[in-house]
């Protein structure tokens, strides 16, 4: 059963604070490992797709990476409108099943101005 | 291009009461999803439909029904409304790029239906 777990919980940055958000994953043969953003009242929004450990994507703030066990969310020098709650999420190996995903519990991001 | 529609936005019953709660996409996606998010559970799957007349069960299935009858909807029906289903859903949909090294695109939320059952 695939499972994945973020740490941490929530995290409290001060504007420009620099940090990394973790997520662990247990699948059996990863096809590919999201990350999307989800302000209050919304749903998620897509961010990133990794499929292979070593690979890297950035956008703005953010980049994410993988490796064959975790993937980490880094935000560089934040601005308060990075606040909102990090999802990760790992798709289902078979493929007959279509775009299945698994997803963590989140990581709620506050930045203080 | 709306993308996906959820409605109602708000909805509150009373145990044993029956609804359905509407999705629909106008991006011609194949895949579409069901998903309940619940405070600490993270985002858990209930049904999902691979294309027009194929359904199939996700990960807490009870409760709800689903069909897909057309490409565009796929309603989720509560048939005996408990407290336990008071949750936000959000349904989801994607593509497949053709071919034998096919990927899905990510899925493409729409913003909820907060549900609360007395």
């Known amino acids: 059963e695939d499972q994945v777990t973020q740490s941490p919980e929530a995290l409290r940055l001060q504007e420009g604070e620099s940090s990394s958000l973790n997520c662990s994953y247990t699948v059996s043969g990863l096809r590919g490992l999201f990350w999307y953003r989800q302000d209050p009242g919304k749903g998620p929004e897509f961010l990133f797709t990794l499929y292979s450990a070593g690979e890297e994507k950035e956008k703005e703030r953010l980049k994410a990476t993988l490796t064959k066990k975790e993937s980490f969310l880094h935000i560089t020098a934040p601005k308060p409108e990075d606040s909102a709650t990090y999802l990760c999420a790992v798709q289902a190996p078979i493929k007959a099943a279509g775009n299945k995903l698994t997803f963590g519990g989140g990581t709620r991001v506050l930045v203080k101005p | 291009n709306a993308g996906v529609t959820q409605t109602p936005k708000f909805q509150v019953l009373k145990t044993g009461q029956s609804m359905t709660l509407q999705c629909a996409q106008d991006m011609n996606h194949e895949y579409m999803s069901w998903y309940r998010q619940d405070p600490g559970m993270g985002l858990r799957l209930i049904h999902y439909?691979?294309?027009?007349?194929?359904?199939d069960q996700g990960e807490v299935p009870n409760g709800y029904n689903v069909s897909r009858s057309t490409t565009e909807d796929f309603p989720l029906r509560l048939l005996s409304a408990a407290p336990s289903q008071t949750s936000v859903y959000f349904c989801a949909s994607s593509y497949s790029s053709p071919g034998r090294a096919a990927k899905f695109s990510p899925l493409h939320f729409g913003n909820g239906t907060r549900l609360t059952v007395t």
């Open positions: 439909s691979v294309g027009a007349g194929i359904t």
